[in-house]
């Protein structure tokens, strides 16, 4: 479920009561966030306006999704064709995906960089781990960050260092790197 806690009014606001609902976030120019729901008849990506206190279903079969720049378009995890998922750059305004070329594996995790240039994806390799990859949007190279395990990748603001998650015996915990996948260190313990 998902709530939203408003820190100036000292409220919580619960906005969604589906217990398959996962990975809000909020757009960076205003009182809009987007979530997916993973599994049943309404899955897909999903829009909360604040303002509105409404929600409505914005991107059919799609998950994980993070706010491009200009906050008209959403960097998403495609499901559309079937089983395959793939990365796109959904269009508010225009209602339409683009799909980026082919990363193969399931992907569990997305994020635009701070400028906006690079995304961050966590998918399924060949071996037992999840694992960060960056895909460079200028040229499209796609370059794997972790080996050993990595799940839920984000930017710092600056986009000088990358925070995620790595399951270690049943634990989660957080870890840093660079931007190139260099200086990797675990932050809790």
Not at 27 to 46: K, Q, V, W
Not at 116 to 142: E, F, H, M, P, Q
Request: proline share 4%.
């Amino acid at each position: 479920q998902i709530f939203v806690s408003d820190l100036a009014r000292d409220t919580v606001k619960h906005i969604e009561s589906i217990e398959r609902s996962h990975a809000p976030r909020w757009s960076p120019c205003g009182e809009r966030l987007i979530y997916f729901i993973r599994l049943g008849d309404g899955r897909g990506l999903y829009s909360y306006y604040w303002n509105t206190n409404s929600s409505y279903l914005t991107v059919p079969y799609a998950t994980y999704g993070s706010w491009m720049l200009n906050c008209d378009s959403i960097a998403i995890i495609d499901y559309s064709d079937g089983d395959s998922s793939d990365l796109s750059i959904y269009s508010l305004r225009a209602e339409s995906r683009s799909r980026l070329p082919k990363i193969d594996r399931h992907k569990r995790g997305i994020a635009v960089s701070p400028n906006g240039k690079s995304i961050l994806i966590a998918r399924d390799g060949y071996g037992a781990y999840t694992n960060v990859w960056r895909t460079d949007l200028d040229s499209l190279d796609n370059a794997q960050l972790t080996t050993e395990g990595g799940n839920n990748p984000d930017w710092s603001p600056d986009g000088q260092w990358i925070v995620f998650t790595k399951v270690d015996k049943d634990n989660g915990y957080l870890w840093l790197m660079r931007q190139d996948g260099s200086e990797k260190h675990q932050i809790t313990f």
